[in-house]
C-alpha cells in the first residue's frame, strides 16, 4: 500500500499537552516537516520559549535549547555566530515575542542574522491563563482588558511582520493563517522558504502564523478557527511582505 | 623556559587579552564605562582570530548572546559593569539553573541607580549571594592588579568549565583603568570535552537544555545537586592571600582594590612597629571561610576595609572565632580610602 500521509521524522512520540483545537500542533508539524524537507534535524537546534511551547523539546527531534522569556533571538544569535554551520531556529509565542522580546526581534532581523523565526500569533498570553498581548486585539476581552481592549490605556495591536519589513535586515517576512487547509498549506510553504532562506545563508527569515486559543478565547475549536477569518485577518493581512531574491 | 617578556597595559586590555588567550573568540557585549577598553579590544582582535564580536542592543541580549554560545559548547564571555550587571541578572539565573559555562567580567562603578562611574565594590552582595532569582551562586574572583585581571580571567574559563558554572571576574574601575606590566602565561590548560553541549543530534539522539522542572520533585533534586556542586567548589576552589599574619594582632582583610591600598597601610603600620597583617580573600565564593575562621583564632581583631558601606564584613562576621572584634571601615559612592585613613583605624584599634 502507498503511504499517503504520515509523522515527520522531525516529531517525537510525545503525549501531546496543547488544549484541544489549539494551533501549536499544527504549527508544530509545520516546522517538522521544513526540517524534514531540508534533511535539517541531525544539525539544527531550536530555541524554545517562554509560553504554551516552552515543552518543544517532548516534541522536537533536534536539539533545543530553552530561553529566558523574549530572549530566544538574542541565543539564536549567539548559536549562530558561533557555529554557523548548525541550523538555529527560533519558535515563539506573541507574548513571548512582541512585548518583552520586541527589542530582542527588531535587532536580530535588523543585523539580518542568519536564523528562522517561527512567531505563533494567538493574541493572547496563554500559558498564564489568558492577559493581553501586545497583539490582542481592540475590544477583544481577556482577563486583563475585561472590559476589551480599549487603544487609550491598552495601546493598539502591533503588526509585527510589517514592522519587521521595514527593516533591511530580514530576507523573508510573511503572514499566514492556520485556519483553512488551503491556508496551512500556505503556511507550509512560507514555512519551508524561511528554512530555505536559512540554509542559503540569505539572512534572517520569519513567518508570522495566526493561531487559536480556544482556552483562552472562550470559544470552541470550530468557532476558533471561525474567529481567525473573521477577526483577525482584517487585522493582520496575510501575505508575503519582503522576500528578497538570491544574487 | 623561554625568557617571559613584560609589556605595559591597561587593565581592561588586560582582562580581554585573558580571555583569548584562554580560547574565547566569541564576545557579546554592550559599551558601559568603565569597562569600554574590553569591548574595543575584542572588536578589534576576534575578527582577524575568526572569532565574532557582537555589539548587543542591551546587556539582556548580550548575556542570552552568551548562553546561546556557551550552549553549543563553545567559549564565550560578556563585560559590563554595575548597571549593564544588573540587567544581565535574568541570564546568570538562567545560566546557572541550566548549568552553562560562561565568563562575566563587572568593572564595578558606584551606584545606586546610574551612580557615577568612578569605582565601587557596592556588587559584592549582587555577585556573591545571587542577584538573579533563584538559589545559585557564582563563582566570583577578585582580582588585585593588572596581572591577575589577566590571570583571573583565564582562571574563570577553566573554572566555568569544570564545573558547568557562570563564572564572574569582579574588578572595579580603578583595576579596569590603570596600567601595569604583566607576563603573559604560555601554557593554558586544553578546554574540555562537553559532552552536554548542542551540537545538532547527528549519530545520537536529540539532546535539550533547560531550567524549567515541573514534575513533582524534580527541581528539588536538581537544586540539591546544584547545591553539592556548590559544596564541591568550596571545598577545592578556595583561594586567598596572606601577609604578615603569622605575628599579626591585627590582620586588615579586604578584596580587590581596597586590598592593594590596605596592603600599603600594613607596611606603614609595621614601619610604626604594630604587628599588623593583610587578610585578602581571593575567590569571594568560595569565600575563604576555614583560612579565615584559623586566623580569627589567633589574632584579637580584625578590621574590614571595603569601598562599600560594608557587605564582606557580613561575611567576615559569620566566619570568625566568637573572640574575634571584628571593626568596619568603609568608603562608598567613588569614595577610595586612602592609606593614610586605615592606618588611623589601624592605630586607633591599638590604643
Ligand atoms: C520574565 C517573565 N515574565 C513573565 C513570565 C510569565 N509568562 C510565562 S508564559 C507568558 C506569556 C506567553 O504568551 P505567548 O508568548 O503569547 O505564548 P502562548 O502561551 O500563547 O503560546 C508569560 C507572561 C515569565 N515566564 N517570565
Ligand atoms: S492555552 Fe491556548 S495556546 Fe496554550 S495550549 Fe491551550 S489553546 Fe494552545
Given at each position: 500500500m502507498k503511504t499517503v500521509f504520515s509523522k515527520p521524522?522531525?516529531?517525537?512520540?510525545a503525549v501531546m499537552h496543547y488544549c484541544p483545537g489549539c494551533s501549536h500542533g499544527v504549527a508544530h508539524r509545520l516546522v517538522a516537516e521544513a526540517l524534514d524537507h531540508y534533511d535539517l534535524t541531525e544539525r539544527s537546534v531550536g530555541v524554545a520559549p517562554v509560553g504554551c511551547a516552552v515543552l518543544m523539546y517532548d516534541y522536537f527531534n533536534c536539539d533545543i535549547m530553552e530561553a529566558p522569556h523574549g530572549r530566544a533571538p538574542a541565543l539564536a544569535t549567539g548559536m549562530k555566530r558561533s557555529r554557523p554551520d548548525l541550523v538555529i531556529f527560533t519558535y515563539q509565542g506573541d507574548g513571548d515575542l512582541a512585548s518583552i522580546g520586541l527589542s530582542e526581534i527588531v535587532h536580530c532581523a535588523n543585523r539580518g542574522e542568519n536564523v528562522t523565526v517561527i512567531f505563533v500569533n494567538n493574541t493572547v498570553y496563554g500559558m498564564t491563563g489568558g492577559q493581553m498581548a501586545p497583539t490582542t486585539l481592540l475590544g477583544q476581552q481577556t482577563t486583563t482588558s475585561?472590559?476589551?481592549?480599549n487603544f487609550n490605556t491598552d495601546g493598539y495591536p502591533i503588526r509585527i511582520a510589517e514592522m519587521l519589513s521595514t527593516l533591511e535586515g530580514p530576507s523573508f517576512v510573511g503572514r499566514m493563517a492556520l485556519d483553512t487547509p488551503g491556508n496551512i498549506l500556505k503556511a507550509r510553504k512560507m514555512v519551508f522558504k524561511a528554512f530555505h532562506m536559512q540554509v542559503r545563508e540569505m539572512g534572517f527569515s520569519f513567518v508570522e502564523l495566526l493561531a487559536t486559543c480556544p482556552t483562552n478565547w472562550g470559544l470552541n475549536p470550530s468557532d476558533s478557527i471561525k474567529r481567525i477569518k473573521e477577526e483577525l485577518v482584517p487585522y493582520f493581512p496575510l501575505g508575503v511582505f519582503k522576500e528578497r531574491e538570491a544574487d | 623556559m623561554s625568557e617571559s617578556k613584560r609589556i605595559l597595559v591597561k587593565g581592561n586590555e588586560a582582562l580581554a587579552m585573558g580571555a583569548i588567550k584562554a580560547g574565547c573568540l566569541f564576545y557579546f557585549g554592550y559599551p558601559i564605562t568603565p569597562q569600554n577598553e574590553v569591548p574595543e579590544y575584542m572588536s578589534r582582535v576576534l575578527p582577524g582570530l575568526g572569532g565574532q564580536y557582537v555589539q548587543a542592543e542591551s546587556e539582556l541580549a548580550s548575556i542570552n548572546m552568551v548562553m546561546g554560545a556557551s550552549s553549543l559548547g563553545v567559549r564565550s564571555m560578556t563585560s559590563s559593569s554595575s548597571p549593564g550587571i544588573s540587567l544581565m541578572q535574568e541570564g546568570l539565573s538562567y545560566l546557572a539553573g541550566q548549568e552553562l559555562p560562561a565568563v562575566v567580567i563587572n568593572v564595578v562603578r558606584c551606584g545606586p541607580g546610574l551612580g557615577g562611574i568612578a569605582a565601587s565594590q557596592g556588587d559584592y552582595f549582587q555577585a556573591v549571594k545571587g542577584g538573579g532569582h533563584g538559589d545559585y551562586r557564582l563563582i566570583v574572583l577578585a582580582p588585585a592588579s593588572v596581572q591577575e585581571m589577566y590571570d583571573h580571567t583565564i582562571a574563570a574559563f577553566h573554572l566555568a568549565d569544570r564545573y558547568r558554572n557562570p563564572t564572574m571576574v569582579l574588578a572595579d574601575g580603578v583595576l579596569g583603568q590603570m596600567q601595569e606590566p604583566i607576563v603573559e602565561c604560555d601554557d593554558v590548560q586544553p578546554e574540555p570535552r562537553k559532552p552536554w553541549a548542542l551540537t545538532g543530534a547527528k549519530n545520537r539522539p536529540m539532546r535539550y537544555l533547560k531550567s524549567l522542572y515541573l514534575k513533582d520533585g524534580e527541581l528539588e533534586a536538581h537544586n540539591r545537586m546544584l547545591q553539592e556542586k556548590y559544596r564541591e567548589i568550596e571545598k577545592h576552589e578556595v583561594r586567598c592571600d596572606e601577609l604578615l599574619t603569622e605575628d599579626a594582632e591585627l590582620v586588615v582583610a579586604a578584596f580587590g582594590t581596597a586590598a592593594r591600598i590596605a596592603r600599603t597601610a600594613v607596611s606603614m603600620a609595621r614601619d610604626k612597629g604594630l604587628k599588623v597583617g593583610l587578610f585578602r580573600p581571593v575567590t569571594l565564593f568560595p569565600f575563604p571561610k576555614r583560612e579565615l575562621k584559623a586566623l580569627s583564632e589567633r589574632v584579637k581583631k580584625i578590621l574590614v576595609v571595603e569601598m562599600n558601606t560594608g557587605q564582606m564584613v557580613e561575611d567576615v562576621r559569620l566566619n570568625v572565632s566568637r573572640e574575634a572584634d571584628v571593626s568596619f571601615y568603609g568608603r562608598p559612592g567613588g569614595g577610595i580610602p586612602t592609606p593614610n585613613e586605615i592606618l588611623e583605624k589601624i592605630e586607633d584599634s591599638f590604643s
Amino acid at each position: 500500500m502507498k503511504t499517503v500521509f504520515s509523522k515527520p521524522a522531525a516529531l517525537n512520540d510525545a503525549v501531546m499537552h496543547y488544549c484541544p483545537g489549539c494551533s501549536h500542533g499544527v504549527a508544530h508539524r509545520l516546522v517538522a516537516e521544513a526540517l524534514d524537507h531540508y534533511d535539517l534535524t541531525e544539525r539544527s537546534v531550536g530555541v524554545a520559549p517562554v509560553g504554551c511551547a516552552v515543552l518543544m523539546y517532548d516534541y522536537f527531534n533536534c536539539d533545543i535549547m530553552e530561553a529566558p522569556h523574549g530572549r530566544a533571538p538574542a541565543l539564536a544569535t549567539g548559536m549562530k555566530r558561533s557555529r554557523p554551520d548548525l541550523v538555529i531556529f527560533t519558535y515563539q509565542g506573541d507574548g513571548d515575542l512582541a512585548s518583552i522580546g520586541l527589542s530582542e526581534i527588531v535587532h536580530c532581523a535588523n543585523r539580518g542574522e542568519n536564523v528562522t523565526v517561527i512567531f505563533v500569533n494567538n493574541t493572547v498570553y496563554g500559558m498564564t491563563g489568558g492577559q493581553m498581548a501586545p497583539t490582542t486585539l481592540l475590544g477583544q476581552q481577556t482577563t486583563t482588558s475585561p472590559y476589551g481592549r480599549n487603544f487609550n490605556t491598552d495601546g493598539y495591536p502591533i503588526r509585527i511582520a510589517e514592522m519587521l519589513s521595514t527593516l533591511e535586515g530580514p530576507s523573508f517576512v510573511g503572514r499566514m493563517a492556520l485556519d483553512t487547509p488551503g491556508n496551512i498549506l500556505k503556511a507550509r510553504k512560507m514555512v519551508f522558504k524561511a528554512f530555505h532562506m536559512q540554509v542559503r545563508e540569505m539572512g534572517f527569515s520569519f513567518v508570522e502564523l495566526l493561531a487559536t486559543c480556544p482556552t483562552n478565547w472562550g470559544l470552541n475549536p470550530s468557532d476558533s478557527i471561525k474567529r481567525i477569518k473573521e477577526e483577525l485577518v482584517p487585522y493582520f493581512p496575510l501575505g508575503v511582505f519582503k522576500e528578497r531574491e538570491a544574487d | 623556559m623561554s625568557e617571559s617578556k613584560r609589556i605595559l597595559v591597561k587593565g581592561n586590555e588586560a582582562l580581554a587579552m585573558g580571555a583569548i588567550k584562554a580560547g574565547c573568540l566569541f564576545y557579546f557585549g554592550y559599551p558601559i564605562t568603565p569597562q569600554n577598553e574590553v569591548p574595543e579590544y575584542m572588536s578589534r582582535v576576534l575578527p582577524g582570530l575568526g572569532g565574532q564580536y557582537v555589539q548587543a542592543e542591551s546587556e539582556l541580549a548580550s548575556i542570552n548572546m552568551v548562553m546561546g554560545a556557551s550552549s553549543l559548547g563553545v567559549r564565550s564571555m560578556t563585560s559590563s559593569s554595575s548597571p549593564g550587571i544588573s540587567l544581565m541578572q535574568e541570564g546568570l539565573s538562567y545560566l546557572a539553573g541550566q548549568e552553562l559555562p560562561a565568563v562575566v567580567i563587572n568593572v564595578v562603578r558606584c551606584g545606586p541607580g546610574l551612580g557615577g562611574i568612578a569605582a565601587s565594590q557596592g556588587d559584592y552582595f549582587q555577585a556573591v549571594k545571587g542577584g538573579g532569582h533563584g538559589d545559585y551562586r557564582l563563582i566570583v574572583l577578585a582580582p588585585a592588579s593588572v596581572q591577575e585581571m589577566y590571570d583571573h580571567t583565564i582562571a574563570a574559563f577553566h573554572l566555568a568549565d569544570r564545573y558547568r558554572n557562570p563564572t564572574m571576574v569582579l574588578a572595579d574601575g580603578v583595576l579596569g583603568q590603570m596600567q601595569e606590566p604583566i607576563v603573559e602565561c604560555d601554557d593554558v590548560q586544553p578546554e574540555p570535552r562537553k559532552p552536554w553541549a548542542l551540537t545538532g543530534a547527528k549519530n545520537r539522539p536529540m539532546r535539550y537544555l533547560k531550567s524549567l522542572y515541573l514534575k513533582d520533585g524534580e527541581l528539588e533534586a536538581h537544586n540539591r545537586m546544584l547545591q553539592e556542586k556548590y559544596r564541591e567548589i568550596e571545598k577545592h576552589e578556595v583561594r586567598c592571600d596572606e601577609l604578615l599574619t603569622e605575628d599579626a594582632e591585627l590582620v586588615v582583610a579586604a578584596f580587590g582594590t581596597a586590598a592593594r591600598i590596605a596592603r600599603t597601610a600594613v607596611s606603614m603600620a609595621r614601619d610604626k612597629g604594630l604587628k599588623v597583617g593583610l587578610f585578602r580573600p581571593v575567590t569571594l565564593f568560595p569565600f575563604p571561610k576555614r583560612e579565615l575562621k584559623a586566623l580569627s583564632e589567633r589574632v584579637k581583631k580584625i578590621l574590614v576595609v571595603e569601598m562599600n558601606t560594608g557587605q564582606m564584613v557580613e561575611d567576615v562576621r559569620l566566619n570568625v572565632s566568637r573572640e574575634a572584634d571584628v571593626s568596619f571601615y568603609g568608603r562608598p559612592g567613588g569614595g577610595i580610602p586612602t592609606p593614610n585613613e586605615i592606618l588611623e583605624k589601624i592605630e586607633d584599634s591599638f590604643s
